[in-house]
T-cell receptor, first 114, second 115 residues
Framework: EPEVTQTPSHQVTQMGQEVILRCVPI?????FYWYRQILGQKVEFLVS????????KSEIFDDQFSVERPDGSNFTLKIRSTKLEDSAMYFC????????????FGPGTRLLVL | AQSVTQPDIHITVSEGASLELRCNYS??????LFWYVQSPGQGLQLLLK??????LVQGIKGFEAEFKRSQSSFNLRKPSVHWSDAAEYFC?????????????FGGGTRVLVKP
């Protein structure tokens, strides 16, 4: 069964460093998403992406964040200058363009900012 | 305010016993409704979903959920839990009901299974 994959599974970085989190969505899916879950808190929406454009973004998704689909398979989330509060589990999700949409999630990347 | 609430933060259940997890939503119209499970160290796996029609929905791993419009609820049930059901369970909604829209998640319920 096709699945969303994410790399790396864990990343440790120093505050102020740039990180890129990578995702490979399910191959026939057209909508892509990033969510995050700070330890002990709810899963929160960050951004959705369709047709090489951001469809929607939350107030969390400020200028420090960017997304890109650099080729036909990868979908990346970049954090330009990480802060301590960016430490979280980051989930990628994808869905087909369907009136009854279901989002399928990857296993997540646990980011720790020191 | 629009929200998704899972009233129980933790539930402990004995193996073989039944399980019910509560989810309530506060939206003007019935949203699309989902239950996801997150096992330790794992991602979010879709258990089941409700879009319309039959209000009792069957999912994977023996789970089912019942949509009750009058109570704005979408509770998850399993008749007999297994030790492998120990996980965190998230209710999620899509109030816009269209492709490309964000999901809003409840706070999650952590399920512990006693031998």
């Amino acid at each position: 069964e096709p699945e969303v994959t994410q790399t790396p599974s864990h990343q440790v970085t120093q505050m102020g460093q740039e990180v890129i989190l990578r995702c490979v969505p399910i191959s026939n899916h057209l909508y892509f998403y990033w969510y995050r879950q700070i330890l002990g808190q709810k899963v929160e929406f960050l951004v959705s992406f369709y047709n090489n454009e951001i469809s929607e973004k939350s107030e969390i998704f400020d200028d420090q964040f960017s997304v890109e689909r650099p080729d036909g398979s990868n979908f990346t989330l970049k954090i330009r200058s990480t802060k301590l509060e960016d430490s979280a589990m980051y989930f990628c999700a994808s869905s087909v363009r369907d009136y009854q949409e279901t989002q399928y999630f990857g296993p997540g990347t646990r980011l720790l900012v020191l | 305010a629009q929200s998704v609430t899972q009233p129980d933060i933790h539930i402990t259940v004995s193996e073989g016993a039944s399980l019910e997890l509560r989810c309530n939503y506060s939206y003007g119209a019935t949203p699309y409704l989902f239950w996801y499970v997150q096992s330790p160290g794992q991602g979010l796996q879709l258990l089941l979903k409700y879009f319309s029609g039959d209000t009792l929905v069957q999912g994977i791993k023996g789970f089912e959920a019942e949509f009750k419009r009058s109570q704005s609820s979408f509770n998850l049930r399993k008749p007999s839990v297994h030790w492998s059901d120990a996980a965190e369970y998230f209710c999620a909604v899509d109030p816009i009901k269209a492709a490309g829209n964000k999901l809003t998640f409840g706070g999650g319920t952590r399920v512990l299974v006693k031998p």
